[in-house]
């Protein structure tokens, strides 16, 4: 068995604990709900993480595997991606964070009725069915009461982390208790029965999207602005605008005169996507990248979070703070 498979997950799990008491500090400092909801999903990367380490020095067992895969798959990136809806709750992210709500039900609907994931369709429709009126009801929200749209999908994620928590706990798995990859030893999701695979879509996809986009959206507020499409194109014209302004902002960073969230957020993006790729490829048997992947990934958006004034300013020692004058919350609205 590879040192790797051991190092990297712990050095994952050490720093996502770190982490989570940074900003469960900023929030004990100034209770912020996206602070508060971001902690639990950096716990749970720690503790996801930890399984990790933990099997790989000592084995695995049908418990650390339930445990791993509940955590990881269901739990993470949902959290997460919570936590940014509920930081750009003044806006009109919740758009966006219900669409992907909504795409990530579509995905599960459609792999529960292929061939690869037998017996699923009926965990994959009523997947479907919660994930449209989560999704729906999070979009009408966004257009009534913005402030509501966070609860909303909070809500949502919270009822289903507990069902998804049964389903996980109860479900048959083939001895010994767990799956492998033969080559690489990294744990993959195969032992778990079809209708438990196909619920991760609205968790995951919505979760990760969540992440990454609302971290552009964070760097393109900040950020020197072209405009090559109006405003009202909403997702597309943010996508588009970003692109367009990159080389305004890189001239800007070269001067000096950058707002430090930028490089932060940009950062952070990059840092949610990649784990969220080799999560992907994880599903689809290409291994030897998940831990890499992880620990890559949560060092980047540590790095971000590090750089960005907004956190760094606020992070206390002893009795020492700094607060910024602004927060990204505020100046989003």
Same mark, same amino acid.
Do not use: C
């Given at each position: ?114 061939? +690869? ?9 009523? &997947?479907? %069915? /919660? !994930? *449209?009126?989560?999704? @729906? ?116 960073? +070269? ?9 932060? &957020?940009? %950062? /952070? !993006? *990059?840092?949610?996507? @990649? ?59």
């Amino acid at each position: 068995m590879s040192v790797l498979n051991v190092v990297l997950p712990l050095g994952s799990s050490v720093l996502s604990f770190v982490f989570a008491a940074l900003v469960f500090d900023q929030w004990w400092q100034r209770r912020h709900s996206f602070q508060l909801v971001w902690g639990i999903g950096l716990l749970w990367y720690g503790i996801s993480a930890g399984t990790e380490f933990w099997a790989g020095a000592l084995g695995w067992s049908e418990p650390l595997y339930r445990t791993w895969y509940l955590i990881g798959a269901f739990f993470v990136a949902a959290y997460l991606g919570a936590g940014t809806i509920y930081l750009l709750a003044k806006t009109r992210f919740g758009y966006f964070a219900g669409a992907t709500v909504l795409i990530g039900g579509l995905l599960s609907l459609l792999f529960s009725h292929s061939a +690869r994931y037998p017996g699923a369709a009926t965990a994959g429709n009523v &997947t479907f %069915a /919660i !994930a *449209l009126a989560g999704g @729906i009801a999070i979009i009408a929200a966004t257009a009534t009461r913005r402030q509501l749209a966070a609860h909303i999908a909070m809500g949502v994620l919270v009822v289903g982390s507990l069902g998804v928590a049964y389903l996980v706990l109860t479900a048959h798995l083939p001895a010994p208790g767990y799956a492998l990859d033969p080559n690489t030893h990294v744990p993959v999701g195969s032992a778990f029965p079809g209708y438990v695979r196909v619920l991760t879509g609205p968790f995951n996809i919505a979760g990760a999207l969540s992440l990454i986009f609302g971290a552009i959206y964070s760097a393109y507020i900040y950020m020197p602005k072209k405009r090559v499409l109006p405003a009202r194109l909403s997702v597309l014209a943010i996508v588009v605008n970003f692109f367009a302004s990159m080389p305004g902002a890189f001239t800007t960073f +070269r001067q000096g005169k950058l707002n430090s969230r930028v490089p932060a &957020t940009i %950062a /952070i !993006a *990059l840092g949610a996507f @990649i784990p969220g790729l080799t999560s992907g490829l994880n599903r689809f048997g290409v291994t030897w990248s998940f831990f890499l992947g992880e620990f890559l990934g949560l060092l980047l958006i540590f790095v971000g979070f590090l750089i960005s004034e907004d956190m760094f300013r606020s992070v206390r020692i002893g009795s020492w703070s700094r607060r910024p004058s602004a927060s990204l919350e505020s100046e989003a609205g």
